[in-house]
């Protein structure tokens, strides 16, 4: 299973918007609906801020939107603040029932 | 509030088998609604999917390491395992364990540094 691809690095500027893109194939992010994206701070447990593809869990600002169209998966981050800089992953069901991650998209706030 | 916390050797020698355990509190591992899975972070890489166990001890492993791997669950402790056979540089890395839900994981632990001596 080959991980999923996303670009190595987004930025933008506070109050401006931002989309990752996460692709794979048919296997994964295109045949099931089971996408979630993660977010990760230096020294703290992964936060899951998306699942199901467009959901929000409970506590996670309705900043962060997420969508899917064919084998692509976006994130958008609205409003951007500061604090939103981070690592972010996405992640997908596969046909064969695992899981896979897609390389990490690093967000800077300029 | 559940909660997951990951232990074990920080060092481990090359050759050798990882071992490390995730300890669950707050929620039964035997919940049919989860199942609990582990996933590493090498240094400067990313997130990799290790595998997944329910209660049941039914399990499900990346293809790239299933042959080293395996992913156990005790219902008695309410913990849940992972075992990592002949381990190289390559496998030194922060482990998580997460709670699974169809592969989405919405609960982890803090993760805990393994390191590879050679």
């Known amino acids: 299973q080959s991980a999923l691809t996303q670009p190595a690095s987004v930025s933008g500027s506070p109050g401006q918007s931002i989309t990752i893109s996460c692709t794979g194939s048919s296997s994964d992010v295109g045949g099931y609906n089971y996408v979630a994206w993660y977010q990760l701070h230096p020294g703290t447990a992964p936060k899951l801020v998306i699942y199901d593809v467009s959901n929000r869990p409970s506590g996670v600002s309705s900043r962060f939107s997420g969508s899917k169209s064919g084998n692509t998966a976006s994130l958008t981050i609205s409003g951007l603040q500061a604090e939103d800089e981070g690592d972010y992953y996405c992640s997908s069901y596969t046909a064969s029932s695992t899981g896979v991650f897609g390389g990490g998209t690093k967000v800077t706030v300029l | 509030q559940m909660h997951l916390q990951e232990s074990g050797p920080g060092l481990v020698k090359a050759s050798e088998t990882l071992s490390l355990t995730c300890s669950v509190s707050?929620?039964?591992?035997?919940?049919?609604?989860?199942?609990w899975a582990w996933i590493r972070q090498p240094p400067g890489k990313g997130l990799e999917y290790i595998g997944s166990?329910?209660?049941?001890?039914?399990?499900y492993y990346n293809a790239s390491l299933k042959s080293r791997v395996s992913i156990s669950v005790d219902t008695s402790k309410n913990e849940f395992s992972l075992k990592l056979t002949s381990v190289t540089a390559a496998d030194a890395a922060v482990y998580y364990c997460a709670r699974d839900v169809m592969r989405t994981f919405n609960l982890w632990g803090q993760g805990t540094l393994v390191t590879v001596s050679s």
């Open positions: 166990t329910y209660s049941t001890g039914f399990a």
């Open positions: 707050g929620g039964s591992v035997s919940s049919s609604a989860y199942f």
